[in-house]
T-cell receptor, first 116, second 114 residues
C-alpha cells in the first residue's frame, strides 16, 4: 500500500517555542492532506484540510494562527504549532488522499508532541 | 466534524472468542471504514464498506452496514492477543466531494486476554 511518512515521530519542546511536523506522501501525489489531533484515550479530531497551492481549511474552533499549515508541494504538508503550550501536547496524525477526491486515504504514523 | 458513537467503549474477552463492536453515525455517507490503532501508533486501515453494501468480509473480520439505522458493526472472529488495540469507525460524508476529512467515532478499546 501507499506510504505516508510523518516526521518527527515524537518531539519534546519548551513552552513558547514553535514546532514543525512534516507529512509526506512517499509514493504518490496528494492534492489534499488532512491533519488530526488525538488526546490520550480519545478519538481523532479533524483540525484542518491542507490543499496544495492554496490556504488550508480549518475546522471550527481550531486557531489558524496557532496551527499553521503549509502544503507547498504535492507530496508535503507541514503543521507548525506556534508558541506551543502544555495544552498543545497531543498526538498529531496526518492523512493523504491518493488519486483525487475519491481516492483512498492513507495515514501517517503520527507525531507525539510534549510541551513542557 | 461531529463524531459518531461507538459501543462498547471498552471490551475485554478471552482469546478465541468473538468480539463485536458497534458504531453509529449521524450524516448520510459515501462509505464507512474501520481502523485499528495500537497504543501510541498510527492508524491501520481494516476494511471499507460502501453505502450500497450491507456486509463485507476480510479474513477474520466481518463488517455490516445499516444505512437506515445509520449504524455499522465490526466482528472479529477467533480473537487473538495481537488483536488488542483501539478500533475506530470513520465515515466519509456525502457532499464533501473528497475534500472533507473522515469523521471518526469515539472508538472501542479491545483487550484480548490470553
Amino acid at each position: 500500500g501507499a506510504v505516508v511518512s510523518q516526521h518527527p515521530s515524537w518531539v519534546i519542546c519548551k513552552s513558547g517555542t514553535s514546532v514543525k511536523i512534516e507529512c509526506r506522501s512517499l509514493d504518490f501525489q496528494a492534492t489534499t492532506m488532512f491533519w488530526y489531533r488525538q488526546f490520550p484515550k480519545q478519538s481523532l479530531m479533524l483540525m484542518a484540510t491542507s490543499n496544495e497551492g492554496s490556504k488550508a481549511t480549518y475546522e471550527q474552533g481550531v486557531e489558524k494562527d496557532k496551527f499553521l499549515i503549509n502544503h507547498a508541494s504535492l507530496t508535503l504538508s507541514t503543521l507548525t504549532v506556534t508558541s506551543a503550550h502544555p495544552e498543545d501536547s497531543s498526538f498529531y496524525i496526518c492523512s493523504a488522499r491518493r488519486g483525487g477526491y475519491t481516492g483512498e486515504l492513507f495515514f501517517g504514523e503520527g507525531s507525539r508532541l510534549t510541551v513542557l | 466534524s461531529q463524531q459518531g458513537e461507538e459501543d462498547p467503549q471498552a471490551l475485554s474477552i478471552q482469546e478465541g472468542e468473538n468480539a463485536t463492536m458497534n458504531c453509529s453515525y449521524k450524516t448520510s455517507i459515501n462509505n464507512l471504514q474501520w481502523y485499528r490503532q495500537n497504543s501510541g501508533r498510527g492508524l491501520v486501515h481494516l476494511i471499507l464498506i460502501r453505502s450500497n453494501e450491507r456486509e463485507k468480509h476480510s479474513g477474520r473480520l466481518r463488517v455490516t452496514l445499516d444505512t437506515s439505522k445509520k449504524s455499522s458493526s465490526l466482528l472479529i472472529t477467533a480473537s487473538r492477543a495481537a488483536d488488542t488495540a483501539s478500533y475506530f469507525c470513520a465515515t466519509d460524508a456525502i457532499g464533501g466531494g473528497g475534500a472533507d476529512g473522515l469523521t471518526f467515532g469515539k472508538g472501542t478499546h479491545l483487550i484480548i486476554q490470553p
